[in-house]
Protein backbone atom coordinates (compact mmCIF):
# COMPACT_ATOMS: atom_id res chain seq x y z
CA UNK A 1 0.00 0.00 0.00
CA UNK A 2 3.00 2.58 0.59
CA UNK A 3 4.48 1.04 -3.13
CA UNK A 4 7.28 -0.07 -1.14
CA UNK A 5 10.60 -1.98 -2.82
CA UNK A 6 12.05 -5.52 -1.70
CA UNK A 7 15.04 -4.24 -0.03
CA UNK A 8 18.40 -6.71 -0.16
CA UNK A 9 20.61 -4.44 1.03
CA UNK A 10 22.89 -5.35 3.34
CA UNK A 11 22.43 -2.84 5.68
CA UNK A 12 20.68 -0.58 6.52
CA UNK A 13 18.16 -2.97 5.44
CA UNK A 14 14.29 -3.49 6.39
CA UNK A 15 12.28 -3.05 9.62
CA UNK A 16 9.05 -4.56 9.84
CA UNK A 17 6.60 -2.99 8.36
CA UNK A 18 4.40 -3.26 11.33
CA UNK A 19 7.30 -1.61 13.42
CA UNK A 20 7.77 1.57 10.54
CA UNK A 21 4.23 1.91 11.28
CA UNK A 22 3.61 2.32 14.81
CA UNK A 23 6.32 4.63 14.42
CA UNK A 24 4.79 6.99 11.98
CA UNK A 25 1.75 7.00 14.15
CA UNK A 26 3.86 8.09 17.33
CA UNK A 27 6.53 10.20 15.20
CA UNK A 28 4.87 13.52 15.61
CA UNK A 29 3.29 13.20 19.55
CA UNK A 30 4.34 10.27 21.22
CA UNK A 31 2.08 8.52 22.88
CA UNK A 32 0.38 11.49 24.47
CA UNK A 33 3.45 13.44 25.30
CA UNK A 34 3.29 16.17 23.02
CA UNK A 35 6.56 15.54 21.42
CA UNK A 36 8.40 13.21 19.04
CA UNK A 37 11.06 10.71 20.50
CA UNK A 38 13.71 12.31 18.14
CA UNK A 39 12.93 15.83 19.87
CA UNK A 40 12.58 14.34 23.77
CA UNK A 41 15.11 14.28 26.24
CA UNK A 42 17.56 11.54 27.65
CA UNK A 43 16.99 12.72 30.38
CA UNK A 44 13.37 12.59 30.57
CA UNK A 45 11.29 10.09 32.31
CA UNK A 46 9.32 9.08 29.17
CA UNK A 47 12.93 8.37 27.67
CA UNK A 48 13.95 5.99 30.58
CA UNK A 49 11.40 4.17 30.32
CA UNK A 50 11.78 3.24 26.92
CA UNK A 51 15.35 2.55 26.99
CA UNK A 52 14.25 0.48 29.85
CA UNK A 53 11.86 -1.58 28.37
CA UNK A 54 14.10 -2.15 25.40
CA UNK A 55 16.63 -3.79 27.96
CA UNK A 56 14.07 -5.64 29.44
CA UNK A 57 12.54 -6.82 26.44
CA UNK A 58 15.81 -7.75 24.72
CA UNK A 59 17.32 -9.97 27.85
CA UNK A 60 13.63 -11.74 27.30
CA UNK A 61 13.93 -12.27 23.98
CA UNK A 62 17.52 -13.83 24.51
CA UNK A 63 17.51 -14.78 27.81
CA UNK A 64 19.99 -12.97 29.00
CA UNK A 65 21.61 -13.87 32.39
CA UNK A 66 21.41 -11.38 35.25
CA UNK A 67 24.88 -11.69 35.33
CA UNK A 68 25.38 -9.57 31.95
CA UNK A 69 24.95 -5.94 30.85
CA UNK A 70 23.59 -4.43 28.20
CA UNK A 71 24.86 -1.43 26.33
CA UNK A 72 23.30 0.89 24.26
CA UNK A 73 26.49 2.56 22.10
CA UNK A 74 27.18 4.09 19.45
CA UNK A 75 30.07 4.19 17.50
CA UNK A 76 29.44 1.37 15.29
CA UNK A 77 30.49 -2.03 14.71
CA UNK A 78 33.64 -0.62 13.79
CA UNK A 79 34.11 1.22 17.27
CA UNK A 80 34.10 -2.39 18.59
CA UNK A 81 36.69 -3.35 17.19
CA UNK A 82 38.96 -0.70 18.92
CA UNK A 83 37.09 -1.22 22.34
CA UNK A 84 37.02 -4.84 22.51
CA UNK A 85 40.59 -4.56 22.99
CA UNK A 86 41.23 -2.02 24.91
CA UNK A 87 39.11 -3.22 27.74
CA UNK A 88 40.13 -6.70 27.26
CA UNK A 89 43.78 -7.02 26.91
CA UNK A 90 43.71 -7.32 30.98
CA UNK A 91 46.26 -10.04 31.91
CA UNK A 92 48.81 -11.62 29.76
CA UNK A 93 47.53 -9.09 26.51
CA UNK A 94 46.78 -11.48 24.03
CA UNK A 95 43.84 -12.07 22.29
CA UNK A 96 43.16 -14.95 19.58
CA UNK A 97 41.39 -14.08 16.63
CA UNK A 98 39.71 -16.50 13.67
CA UNK A 99 38.97 -14.14 10.32
CA UNK A 100 36.54 -15.11 8.13
CA UNK A 101 36.10 -12.23 6.60
CA UNK A 102 37.00 -8.50 6.33
CA UNK A 103 35.08 -7.37 9.05
CA UNK A 104 36.82 -9.82 11.26
CA UNK A 105 39.89 -8.92 9.78
CA UNK A 106 39.44 -5.20 10.37
CA UNK A 107 38.63 -5.86 13.92
CA UNK A 108 41.96 -8.23 13.84
CA UNK A 109 44.10 -5.80 12.36
CA UNK A 110 42.89 -2.82 15.04
CA UNK A 111 43.65 -5.36 17.62
CA UNK A 112 47.19 -5.64 16.58
CA UNK A 113 47.45 -2.27 17.84
CA UNK A 114 47.01 -3.06 21.71
CA UNK A 115 48.45 -6.21 22.12
CA UNK A 116 50.15 -9.73 21.12
CA UNK A 117 47.01 -10.49 19.00
CA UNK A 118 47.51 -14.13 17.30
CA UNK A 119 45.66 -15.25 14.12
CA UNK A 120 44.34 -18.82 14.88
CA UNK A 121 42.57 -19.54 11.58
CA UNK A 122 41.59 -18.05 8.29
CA UNK A 123 39.93 -18.93 5.28
CA UNK A 124 41.26 -15.48 3.15
CA UNK A 125 43.26 -17.93 0.86
CA UNK A 126 39.92 -18.99 -0.21
CA UNK A 127 38.09 -15.48 -0.32
CA UNK A 128 36.49 -16.69 2.76
CA UNK A 129 33.72 -19.36 1.54
CA UNK A 130 33.97 -21.39 4.54
CA UNK A 131 34.12 -21.56 8.24
CA UNK A 132 37.73 -22.88 9.61
CA UNK A 133 36.89 -25.51 11.98
CA UNK A 134 39.19 -24.82 15.23
CA UNK A 135 39.78 -27.08 17.93
CA UNK A 136 40.30 -25.69 21.72
CA UNK A 137 44.18 -26.52 21.62
CA UNK A 138 44.62 -23.83 18.39
CA UNK A 139 43.75 -21.45 21.27
CA UNK A 140 46.16 -20.06 23.66
CA UNK A 141 45.62 -20.94 27.38
CA UNK A 142 46.39 -17.77 28.67
CA UNK A 143 44.57 -15.37 26.06
CA UNK A 144 42.91 -12.51 27.63
CA UNK A 145 40.21 -13.00 25.29
CA UNK A 146 39.10 -15.22 21.48
CA UNK A 147 37.40 -12.97 18.98
CA UNK A 148 35.13 -14.00 15.99
CA UNK A 149 32.72 -13.05 13.54
CA UNK A 150 29.58 -15.42 13.20
CA UNK A 151 27.91 -14.32 10.52
CA UNK A 152 30.20 -12.57 7.66
CA UNK A 153 28.08 -10.03 6.07
CA UNK A 154 30.18 -9.30 2.70
CA UNK A 155 30.84 -13.66 2.00
CA UNK A 156 28.05 -15.00 3.42
CA UNK A 157 29.12 -17.46 5.85
CA UNK A 158 27.56 -18.38 9.18
CA UNK A 159 29.24 -20.38 11.96
CA UNK A 160 28.04 -24.11 11.89
CA UNK A 161 29.18 -24.08 15.70
CA UNK A 162 30.52 -22.15 18.61
CA UNK A 163 34.32 -22.43 19.10
CA UNK A 164 35.15 -24.26 22.35
CA UNK A 165 37.86 -21.55 23.77
CA UNK A 166 37.78 -23.02 27.04
CA UNK A 167 37.75 -20.72 30.08
CA UNK A 168 39.28 -18.35 27.69
CA UNK A 169 36.36 -15.38 27.29
CA UNK A 170 34.74 -15.99 23.41
CA UNK A 171 33.89 -12.09 21.75
CA UNK A 172 31.31 -12.46 18.90
CA UNK A 173 30.53 -9.70 16.40
CA UNK A 174 27.19 -10.98 15.74
CA UNK A 175 25.79 -8.00 13.67
CA UNK A 176 24.28 -9.77 10.70
CA UNK A 177 22.51 -12.49 12.42
CA UNK A 178 21.50 -11.13 15.91
CA UNK A 179 18.42 -12.30 16.40
CA UNK A 180 17.77 -14.42 14.24
CA UNK A 181 18.41 -17.72 15.76
CA UNK A 182 18.46 -19.01 19.46
CA UNK A 183 21.55 -18.50 21.32
CA UNK A 184 23.42 -19.58 24.89
CA UNK A 185 24.22 -16.16 26.09
CA UNK A 186 26.44 -17.73 28.47
CA UNK A 187 29.22 -19.18 26.31
CA UNK A 188 30.17 -15.48 25.18
CA UNK A 189 32.02 -13.29 27.70
CA UNK A 190 31.01 -10.40 24.80
CA UNK A 191 28.37 -10.44 22.39
CA UNK A 192 27.97 -7.43 20.17
CA UNK A 193 26.01 -6.42 17.01
CA UNK A 194 25.15 -2.96 15.49
CA UNK A 195 21.52 -2.40 14.56
CA UNK A 196 21.31 -1.59 10.92
CA UNK A 197 20.68 -4.83 9.92
CA UNK A 198 18.37 -7.05 12.44
CA UNK A 199 17.66 -4.42 15.08
CA UNK A 200 16.97 -0.53 14.41
CA UNK A 201 17.57 2.19 11.93
CA UNK A 202 21.85 2.74 11.69
CA UNK A 203 23.27 4.64 15.15
CA UNK A 204 22.82 2.00 17.97
CA UNK A 205 25.32 -0.86 18.58
CA UNK A 206 24.47 -3.37 21.50
CA UNK A 207 26.72 -4.82 23.63
CA UNK A 208 26.33 -7.54 26.03
CA UNK A 209 28.98 -8.21 28.51
CA UNK A 210 29.55 -10.72 31.53
CA UNK A 211 30.30 -8.28 34.38
CA UNK A 212 33.59 -9.98 35.37
CA UNK A 213 34.79 -8.18 32.25
CA UNK A 214 33.93 -4.67 33.01
CA UNK A 215 36.47 -2.53 34.55
CA UNK A 216 39.76 -3.05 33.24
CA UNK A 217 40.06 -0.28 30.94
CA UNK A 218 43.79 1.41 31.10
CA UNK A 219 43.35 4.39 32.71
CA UNK A 220 44.67 6.38 29.16
CA UNK A 221 41.41 4.79 27.46
CA UNK A 222 39.12 7.71 25.93
CA UNK A 223 36.39 7.98 28.25
CA UNK A 224 34.04 6.82 25.51
CA UNK A 225 35.94 3.81 25.13
CA UNK A 226 35.92 2.09 28.35
CA UNK A 227 32.55 0.05 28.71
CA UNK A 228 32.08 0.42 32.41
CA UNK A 229 31.33 3.99 32.14
CA UNK A 230 28.24 3.06 30.33
CA UNK A 231 27.93 0.16 32.55
CA UNK A 232 27.57 2.23 35.93
CA UNK A 233 25.91 5.46 34.08
CA UNK A 234 23.18 3.05 31.94
CA UNK A 235 24.66 3.89 28.57
CA UNK A 236 23.52 7.53 29.58
CA UNK A 237 26.89 8.93 30.26
CA UNK A 238 26.47 10.86 27.14
CA UNK A 239 23.40 11.46 24.91
CA UNK A 240 22.38 7.87 23.24
CA UNK A 241 21.39 7.14 19.86
CA UNK A 242 17.79 8.15 21.39
CA UNK A 243 15.71 7.50 18.14
CA UNK A 244 17.31 4.34 17.60
CA UNK A 245 17.32 2.91 20.73
CA UNK A 246 13.40 3.73 20.58
CA UNK A 247 12.94 1.73 16.81
CA UNK A 248 14.80 -1.36 18.49
CA UNK A 249 12.89 -1.29 21.51
CA UNK A 250 9.63 -1.21 18.99
CA UNK A 251 11.28 -3.95 16.92
CA UNK A 252 12.17 -6.24 20.33
CA UNK A 253 8.17 -6.01 21.54
CA UNK A 254 7.53 -6.90 17.78
CA UNK A 255 9.56 -9.85 17.80
CA UNK A 256 8.18 -11.31 20.83
CA UNK A 257 4.55 -10.33 20.12
CA UNK A 258 5.13 -12.61 17.01
CA UNK A 259 6.65 -15.75 19.06
CA UNK A 260 10.33 -14.72 19.66
CA UNK A 261 13.61 -15.38 18.40
CA UNK A 262 12.13 -19.44 17.79
CA UNK A 263 9.54 -17.96 15.06
CA UNK A 264 11.86 -15.56 13.58
CA UNK A 265 14.31 -18.38 13.46
CA UNK A 266 11.25 -20.82 11.42
CA UNK A 267 11.00 -18.21 9.16
CA UNK A 268 14.56 -17.40 8.38
CA UNK A 269 15.09 -20.64 7.78
CA UNK A 270 12.12 -21.13 5.59
CA UNK A 271 13.44 -18.32 3.82
CA UNK A 272 16.54 -19.14 2.82
CA UNK A 273 16.11 -22.95 2.10
CA UNK A 274 13.83 -21.77 -0.46
CA UNK A 275 16.36 -19.58 -2.02
CA UNK A 276 19.24 -22.02 -1.73
CA UNK A 277 17.16 -24.83 -3.38
CA UNK A 278 16.34 -22.81 -6.07
CA UNK A 279 20.06 -21.74 -6.36
CA UNK A 280 21.25 -25.33 -6.10
CA UNK A 281 18.28 -26.68 -8.76
CA UNK A 282 19.63 -23.72 -11.12
CA UNK A 283 22.10 -24.39 -13.91
CA UNK A 284 22.85 -20.64 -14.33
CA UNK A 285 23.05 -19.26 -10.98
CA UNK A 286 25.51 -20.85 -8.77
CA UNK A 287 26.26 -20.30 -4.54
CA UNK A 288 29.54 -19.01 -3.52
CA UNK A 289 29.89 -20.55 -0.37
CA UNK A 290 30.60 -24.10 1.52
CA UNK A 291 26.97 -25.63 2.32
CA UNK A 292 27.36 -25.94 5.64
CA UNK A 293 28.46 -22.81 6.36
CA UNK A 294 25.82 -21.09 4.27
CA UNK A 295 24.26 -17.59 6.32
CA UNK A 296 20.76 -17.86 6.61
CA UNK A 297 20.98 -13.84 6.17
CA UNK A 298 23.07 -13.14 3.39
CA UNK A 299 22.67 -15.53 0.38
CA UNK A 300 25.40 -14.90 -2.34
CA UNK A 301 25.63 -16.28 -5.08
CA UNK A 302 26.87 -16.03 -9.29
CA UNK A 303 26.18 -16.60 -12.88
CA UNK A 304 29.89 -16.83 -13.67
CA UNK A 305 29.67 -14.44 -16.14
CA UNK A 306 29.98 -10.79 -15.08
CA UNK A 307 27.98 -8.85 -17.82
CA UNK A 308 25.01 -11.52 -16.66
CA UNK A 309 25.56 -10.52 -13.21
CA UNK A 310 24.96 -6.97 -13.78
CA UNK A 311 22.20 -7.61 -16.20
CA UNK A 312 20.49 -9.29 -13.58
CA UNK A 313 21.60 -6.56 -11.01
CA UNK A 314 19.81 -4.10 -13.28
CA UNK A 315 16.48 -5.72 -14.42
CA UNK A 316 15.82 -7.16 -10.87
CA UNK A 317 15.91 -3.23 -9.91
CA UNK A 318 13.22 -2.22 -12.42
CA UNK A 319 11.14 -5.03 -10.66
CA UNK A 320 11.54 -3.37 -7.38
CA UNK A 321 13.95 -5.82 -5.93
CA UNK A 322 16.60 -3.18 -5.16
CA UNK A 323 20.59 -3.62 -3.58
CA UNK A 324 21.16 -7.28 -5.13
CA UNK A 325 24.90 -6.94 -6.18
CA UNK A 326 27.45 -8.65 -3.76
CA UNK A 327 29.31 -6.31 -1.82
CA UNK A 328 32.22 -3.64 -4.23
CA UNK A 329 34.97 -6.50 -3.54
CA UNK A 330 33.38 -9.41 -4.22
CA UNK A 331 30.83 -8.77 -6.81
CA UNK A 332 28.30 -11.13 -8.20
CA UNK A 333 24.95 -11.04 -6.15
CA UNK A 334 24.06 -11.03 -2.80
CA UNK A 335 20.22 -10.99 -1.51
CA UNK A 336 20.31 -10.18 2.38
CA UNK A 337 17.30 -11.67 3.66
CA UNK A 338 17.18 -10.37 7.08
CA UNK A 339 14.48 -10.76 9.83
CA UNK A 340 12.32 -8.09 8.13
CA UNK A 341 12.33 -9.16 4.61
CA UNK A 342 9.15 -10.77 4.24
CA UNK A 343 9.03 -14.11 2.74
CA UNK A 344 6.94 -12.72 -0.26
CA UNK A 345 9.59 -10.64 -1.46
CA UNK A 346 12.03 -14.50 -1.18
CA UNK A 347 9.62 -15.40 -3.18
CA UNK A 348 9.50 -12.46 -5.90
CA UNK A 349 13.21 -13.03 -6.31
CA UNK A 350 13.08 -17.15 -6.37
CA UNK A 351 9.97 -16.22 -9.49
CA UNK A 352 12.47 -13.21 -10.97
CA UNK A 353 15.59 -15.60 -11.13
CA UNK A 354 13.93 -18.41 -12.74
CA UNK A 355 12.12 -16.16 -15.25
CA UNK A 356 15.61 -14.40 -16.05
CA UNK A 357 17.48 -18.22 -16.66
CA UNK A 358 15.03 -18.90 -18.69
CA UNK A 359 14.91 -15.90 -20.57
CA UNK A 360 18.62 -15.40 -20.71
CA UNK A 361 19.80 -19.42 -21.45
N1 LIG B 1 30.62 -6.39 11.56
C1 LIG B 1 29.81 -6.88 10.61
C2 LIG B 1 29.50 -8.34 10.62
C3 LIG B 1 29.27 -6.04 9.64
O1 LIG B 1 28.45 -6.54 8.70
C4 LIG B 1 29.59 -4.66 9.67
C5 LIG B 1 29.02 -3.65 8.71
N2 LIG B 1 28.14 -4.03 7.81
C6 LIG B 1 30.47 -4.19 10.65
C7 LIG B 1 30.94 -5.08 11.59
C8 LIG B 1 30.86 -2.74 10.74
O2 LIG B 1 29.84 -2.02 11.26
P1 LIG B 1 29.72 -0.44 11.16
O3 LIG B 1 29.54 -0.08 9.72
O4 LIG B 1 28.53 -0.14 12.00
O5 LIG B 1 30.97 0.13 11.73
Not at 79 to 84: A, C, E, I, L, P
Not at 181 to 202: F, L, M, R, T
Not at 213 to 241: Q, R, W
Request: glycine share 8%; proline share 4%; net charge negative.
Amino acid sequence: KYDRVYNFSAGPSMLPLEVIEDVAANLCNYKGTGESVMEMSHRSKEFQQIIDDAEANLRKLINIPDNYKVLFLQGGGTTQFSMVPLNLLRKSKKADYIVTGQWAKKAYKEATKFGDIKLVASSEEDTYSYIPEVKKDQFRTDADYAYICTNNTIYGTHYPYVPDTGDVPLVADMSSCFLSEEIDVSKYGIIWAGAQKNVAPAGVTIVIIRDDLVGFADEKCPVYLDYKIHVDKGSMYNTPPCFSIYVAGEVFKYLLKIGGIKEMHERDVRKAGKLYDYIDSSSMFKGTVRKEDRSLMNVTFVTGDEALDKKFIAEAKEQGMINLAGHRSVGGMRASIYNAMPEDGVDALIAFMKKFEAENK
